[in-house]
């Protein structure tokens, strides 16, 4: 059984082992102490590519990140959190309509977004926050629904980044975490105080080609790393689409990801460890400055005296490869590729160190939102709120499955089209285009997914169970391609 409070989490997390204080009685004494305003300020803070077991609140072998670990101490932390198709562009234009790509018109990189259509900011506006964002934006087209923005073209530079900002081409000296947050702390100071505010803050890092700045450069090169269990998995039971990737650690990270030439004389598999090590210490210092920079922003809240009235979540576009299965990148339907990081503070409903294991996707953030910020919720969005949850109960009909679908192909890193079903245990791929593959993981035996089952007798039925309630979910969410 899957409950919204981890008690032992919270016990442990919190100190509170030698107190018996109920979460209604924490949210009781703590509306009596702190009564809440009329709506919640909200801030959005996103990174590019930082995979959830790169956070040590998730458990990271690899690294600690305090920082973000003080949301998840003071709020929630979602244990099963997922993307809807795992790739840049596509996932923002899901969060910002809590719709799935084939309806937002964003499947791939390629598209740009067309900002007529209705989405989180515009809605907010109406119902009376001002907006902004600052930060990376990635879709092609220029912000709507915001008061003000100022982002980065394209993928932004890490140094002495060029900004967009209100349709003004403008370039600013620095590093882009550290600009990104002080665009962010000045919008907040500048704020109309009259009404709640909506601020989508969004790093550039820790994005490939890996640029850390000067305080974390040397941070981690004293330092060797486990390799991933899965490092040198050679995809035995897997469908050719594993085989045929061009996103692998050994044979294409590029002299430009690596920074410098490898030791010579090194045998193919200490090459491939030597490879991984470069891109960890380079991936890892950035998320450093981005953990850095997002306690300077939680301390700048309290110092406002903001912290109480504002939601403050933290996540990333999608999960990332770290070495896990021999690559890097995202967009597989793969657990560390489709599990998305998300941490959530709002002391006025939240009781601290929570957790919570049921299944939510990016899908939902525009109604969670939405319903936070007690304005209506378009009936079209396919997301639901899941605000229930963040105060302690779960919806009667809360999904028990979510549905992915990835489109980009043929196109960089050559992972082929595939779109699946994500149960608590079980996880069914239908590869398709140029390919007609299917795979199955038993993700309780086989967390890793090292065991494709697809043609174990054995689960015949749980195939055809899974690909009745795949239909359903493709016709449910109005999806018929492939």
């Given at each position: 059984m899957h409950t919204e409070w981890s008690?032992?989490?919270?016990?442990?997390?919190?100190?509170?082992?030698?107190?018996?204080?109920?979460?209604?009685?924490?949210?009781?004494?703590?509306?009596?102490?702190?009564?809440?305003?009329?709506?919640?300020?909200?801030?959005?803070?996103?990174?590019d590519d930082h995979a959830s077991h790169a956070l040590s609140c998730y458990g990271s072998r690899i690294h600690t990140t305090p920082n973000l670990d003080r949301i998840a101490q003071q709020g929630m932390l979602f244990e099963n959190c997922f993307c809807t198709n795992a790739i840049c562009a596509p996932s923002r234009a899901v969060i910002l309509t809590g719709k799935y790509s084939h309806l937002n018109g964003v499947k791939t990189n390629k598209e740009p977004f067309d900002g007529s259509q209705m989405t989180l900011p515009k809605l907010l506006k109406q119902a009376g926050y001002q907006t902004g964002i600052v930060g990376k934006w990635h879709l092609k087209s220029d912000p709507t629904g915001f008061d003000s923005w100022c982002v980065?073209?394209?993928?932004?530079?890490?140094?002495?980044?060029?900004?967009?900002?209100?349709?003004?081409?403008?370039?600013?000296?620095g590093y882009v975490t550290d600009i990104i947050t002080d665009m962010a702390i000045d919008w907040i100071e500048k704020r109309d105080q009259e009404k709640p505010f909506f601020l989508m803050l969004h790093h550039k890092a820790p994005h490939r080609n890996w640029i850390p700045d000067e305080r974390h450069a040397e941070a981690f090169t004293d330092k060797t790393f486990p390799l991933p269990e899965t490092f040198n998995d050679h995809y035995a039971t897997r469908s050719e689409a594993a085989r045929t990737?061009?996103?692998?650690?050994?044979?294409?990270?590029?002299?430009?990801?690596?920074?410098?030439?490898?030791?010579?004389g090194l045998s193919e598999q200490a090459l491939k460890e030597w490879k991984y090590q470069r891109y960890m210490q380079d991936y890892l210092a950035c998320v450093s400055s981005v953990d850095d920079n997002v306690g300077r922003f939680l301390d700048f809240l309290e110092s406002e005296g903001l912290a109480d009235d504002t939601v403050v979540i933290y996540t990333s576009d999608q999960g990332f490869f770290l070495g896990d299965h021999g690559w890097y990148d995202k967009r597989f339907m793969y657990e560390e590729s489709l599990r998305m990081p998300l941490i959530l503070r709002y002391p006025r409903i939240i009781p601290p160190g929570s957790t919570s294991r049921e299944m939510v996707l990016n899908l939902d953030f525009a109604p969670t939102l939405l319903d936070m910020a007690q304005a209506p919720v378009p009936e079209d969005m396919q997301g639901e709120s899941f605000q229930p949850i963040l105060r302690g109960t779960v919806p009667a009909k809360w999904r028990q499955s979510m549905y992915y679908h990835y489109y980009e192909y043929p196109a960089v890193h050559s992972v082929k089209r595939h779109y699946g079903i994500r149960t608590q245990r079980y996880k069914l791929i239908h590869f398709y285009?140029?390919?007609?593959?299917?795979?199955?993981?038993?993700?309780?035996?086989?967390?890793?997914?090292?065991?494709?089952?697809?043609?174990d007798a054995d689960q015949r039925d749980v195939v055809e169970s899974l690909k009745k309630e795949l239909s359903l979910l493709r016709e449910r969410y109005a999806d018929q391609e492939g």
């Amino acid at each position: 059984m899957h409950t919204e409070w981890s008690r032992r989490n919270f016990l442990k997390r919190t100190g509170l082992a030698g107190m018996a204080m109920s979460v209604a009685s924490w949210l009781k004494l703590h509306a009596q102490e702190n009564p809440p305003q009329e709506r919640p300020n909200i801030v959005f803070i996103m990174s590019d590519d930082h995979a959830s077991h790169a956070l040590s609140c998730y458990g990271s072998r690899i690294h600690t990140t305090p920082n973000l670990d003080r949301i998840a101490q003071q709020g929630m932390l979602f244990e099963n959190c997922f993307c809807t198709n795992a790739i840049c562009a596509p996932s923002r234009a899901v969060i910002l309509t809590g719709k799935y790509s084939h309806l937002n018109g964003v499947k791939t990189n390629k598209e740009p977004f067309d900002g007529s259509q209705m989405t989180l900011p515009k809605l907010l506006k109406q119902a009376g926050y001002q907006t902004g964002i600052v930060g990376k934006w990635h879709l092609k087209s220029d912000p709507t629904g915001f008061d003000s923005w100022c982002v980065l073209p394209g993928q932004g530079d890490y140094v002495n980044p060029s900004f967009h900002r209100m349709g003004e081409k403008i370039q600013i000296q620095g590093y882009v975490t550290d600009i990104i947050t002080d665009m962010a702390i000045d919008w907040i100071e500048k704020r109309d105080q009259e009404k709640p505010f909506f601020l989508m803050l969004h790093h550039k890092a820790p994005h490939r080609n890996w640029i850390p700045d000067e305080r974390h450069a040397e941070a981690f090169t004293d330092k060797t790393f486990p390799l991933p269990e899965t490092f040198n998995d050679h995809y035995a039971t897997r469908s050719e689409a594993a085989r045929t990737t061009t996103m692998t650690i050994d044979k294409h990270l590029t002299p430009t990801d690596l920074k410098m030439e490898p030791p010579e004389g090194l045998s193919e598999q200490a090459l491939k460890e030597w490879k991984y090590q470069r891109y960890m210490q380079d991936y890892l210092a950035c998320v450093s400055s981005v953990d850095d920079n997002v306690g300077r922003f939680l301390d700048f809240l309290e110092s406002e005296g903001l912290a109480d009235d504002t939601v403050v979540i933290y996540t990333s576009d999608q999960g990332f490869f770290l070495g896990d299965h021999g690559w890097y990148d995202k967009r597989f339907m793969y657990e560390e590729s489709l599990r998305m990081p998300l941490i959530l503070r709002y002391p006025r409903i939240i009781p601290p160190g929570s957790t919570s294991r049921e299944m939510v996707l990016n899908l939902d953030f525009a109604p969670t939102l939405l319903d936070m910020a007690q304005a209506p919720v378009p009936e079209d969005m396919q997301g639901e709120s899941f605000q229930p949850i963040l105060r302690g109960t779960v919806p009667a009909k809360w999904r028990q499955s979510m549905y992915y679908h990835y489109y980009e192909y043929p196109a960089v890193h050559s992972v082929k089209r595939h779109y699946g079903i994500r149960t608590q245990r079980y996880k069914l791929i239908h590869f398709y285009y140029d390919i007609d593959a299917w795979e199955l993981y038993d993700l309780e035996q086989d967390p890793h997914e090292l065991h494709n089952l697809i043609d174990d007798a054995d689960q015949r039925d749980v195939v055809e169970s899974l690909k009745k309630e795949l239909s359903l979910l493709r016709e449910r969410y109005a999806d018929q391609e492939g």
